[in-house]
């Protein structure tokens, strides 16, 4: 089969590798339907290794070259044992995290931050190929009515969900997004489901404020040309949002997110980024706001299908581009040079 493979920073290869063996018991193959290229995955191109370890990971054994890719829908070809409510042909989105099931985490069922935890395309073989194989325990059926391409943004948009459930937004809250790329996007979509009376978003990107703009955002605004945090005071009777929503991984960002939010509000930091964070403690303190990290997802990709099937969620908005697999290369090229062309785009084998 084919396979797009990392060896380094600015080294991506299409490549013939051998199909994953049959799989043992916990496992299952898939046959990739389509898979999209997150953020994550640029990051690794551009500047890794950043997630990627040089050495083979703790849990899984796997070193470089590494396949790509952890969004992704398929249909299941093999399964090492039995999986309620799965079985061959079934249609499934995967929940890419790697999980030890046996630390202090795992147990109680925060999977997503387990202590030898990784991702499936940065600890193991991932999406960009005709097959791969996956923990059995991250199968979620594809309901009727979903298609592989919608299914396969599910896992992105469940970033965006998890860290609206994290926000605890009421009906009637006002909330600042900061970032209208595509996890912005999504924490759009799911303010609006959790009743939000007004939305505002930051984002100096035209096309992607945009896209803020036609999803029903109460005002988008350009940090580059406006005061955010003076603007949103204004309109929010000098009191401040609720709730701000931090989806860049910039540091400027998460301090204006403090900054912003109203005394007692609530500051959630999506954005992943490895950089430092400055800000006076007094502003948290004094005033009671609450900062929240949010990382990834925790059972969220069922519910994202289910909002699908049941027409609550519309995807259509995220997804903007698919190209084979054999494209890779230049769709990594094209995602560096013309960032904010684009919100989510798929690979798919089926062509390539």
């Not at 890794?48 to 969004?71: V, W």
């Not at 299914?151 to 965006?160: D, I, K, N, Q, T």
């Not at 896209?211 to 000098?238: I, K, M, Q, W």
């Amino acid at each position: 089969m084919q396979a797009l493979r990392w060896y380094g920073r600015g080294d991506l290869r299409l490549e013939d590798v051998p199909d994953p063996p049959e799989p043992e018991p916990g496992f299952a193959v898939i046959e990739v339907a389509y898979c999209g290229v997150c953020g994550t995955d640029l990051h690794e191109y551009l500047h890794g290794p950043n997630l990627i370890r040089s050495d083979p990971h703790p849990l899984t054994g796997f070193a470089p070259p590494m396949t790509l890719g952890h969004e992704l829908s398929g249909t299941v070809r093999a399964l090492g044992d039995e999986v309620p409510g799965v079985q061959v042909g079934s249609r499934v989105a995967v929940d890419p995290c790697l999980r030890c099931n046996v630390c202090r985490w795992c147990t109680r069922g925060d999977y997503h931050i387990c202590a030898k935890g990784g991702s499936v395309g940065l600890a193991s073989p991932g999406g960009f190929a005709n097959l791969v194989t996956v923990p059995t325990a991250g199968l979620a059926p594809i309901p009727d009515g979903v298609s592989d391409q919608y299914a396969a943004l599910a896992e992105p948009l469940a970033v965006s969900l998890h860290a609206v459930r994290r926000a605890e937004i009421s009906p009637g809250d006002t909330v600042l997004i900061l970032g209208a790329g595509p996890i912005g996007i999504g924490l759009l979509m799911f303010t609006k489901l959790a009743g939000a009376s007004a939305i505002y978003v930051s984002e100096p990107l035209d096309s992607r404020a945009g896209r803020a703009r036609d999803l029903g955002a109460t005002r988008v605004y350009s940090p580059l040309e406006a005061d955010v945090r003076r603007e949103v005071f204004l309109r929010t009777g000098r009191i401040g949002p609720d709730v701000v929503l931090e989806a860049t991984g910039h540091p400027d960002a998460a301090a204006l997110a403090v900054n912003s939010v109203r005394r007692g509000g609530r500051i959630v930091l999506a954005g992943v980024s490895d950089a430092n964070l400055s800000v006076p403690l007094g502003q948290i303190v004094y005033f009671e706001r609450t900062v929240v990290g949010s990382l990834g997802y925790n059972f969220d990709i069922p519910r994202v299908l289910d909002l699908m099937a049941t027409g609550r969620l519309d995807a259509s908005p995220l997804l903007t581009g698919v190209y084979p697999l054999t494209s890779g290369n230049d769709v990594f090229d094209e995602l560096e040079t013309h960032r904010g062309r684009h919100l989510k785009v798929l690979l798919t084998p089926k062509d390539g």
